[in-house]
């Protein structure tokens, strides 16, 4: 599993060029590290792997499946507003003055990109009045990323203060 490794520099992924973890350091009693075991795949690769062997794709299909969630309440519990993200742009209604065309990439096209990712992840909370602390239902709209920049250009929020004053001035 793991490779106890003294003199040679962090090891590489069995499986691809990236660079795995460490396991555990080793210490001498003057504090000097003198050993490191190292992971013998990368964390993708390692988390591929563990995914694979409970028949999924994704690790957190396994943390979500313990927790008795769907996939997309097991990653949202960790914001409190992205409890309210919707699995589309509420743009498409026009909301912002033009109607979104956003389409979302599907889990088989992130699964081939070899990203452990959803699709809902390229999809934003924004805080409709601009205020991040006001997370009252009725202030949070989910936006794809193309909606909510064009919505911070809308309210200027693209100025910072140097700006305007260049712009004003
Ligand atoms: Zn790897
Ligand atoms: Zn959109």
């Not at 912002?96 to 065309?101: A, D, E, K, Q, V």
């Not at 805080?127 to 009725?138: A, S, V």
């Not at 250009?153 to 203060?161: E, F, M, S």
Request: proline residues 5%; contains cysteine.
């Amino acid at each position: 599993m793991t490779k106890l490794c003294i003199t040679a520099p962090r090891p590489t992924c069995v499986t691809c060029d990236k660079l795995t973890n460490a396991v555990k350091h080793y210490y001498n009693d003057a504090g000097e590290r003198i050993a490191t075991s190292w992971r013998k795949y990368c964390g993708t690769c390692h988390n591929k792997r563990t995914a694979k062997k409970h028949g999924f794709t994704r690790i957190s299909q396994i943390s979500a499946k313990r927790a008795g969630l769907t996939e997309t309440q097991y990653q949202n519990q960790f914001h409190p507003y992205l409890r309210h993200r919707k699995s589309y742009c509420e743009n498409q209604d026009g909301r912002l003055g033009f109607t979104c065309n956003t389409v979302l990439p599907t889990p088989e096209m992130l699964t081939a990109a070899g990203l452990q990712w959803l699709p809902e992840q390229f999809l934003e909370v924004d805080h409709i009045d601009g205020n991040p602390k006001n997370n009252d239902p009725e202030n949070l709209q989910t936006l794809c990323k193309h909606c909510h920049t064009i919505k911070g250009i809308q309210n200027g929020d693209h100025l910072t203060p140097g700006r305007k004053t260049l712009m004003n001035g």
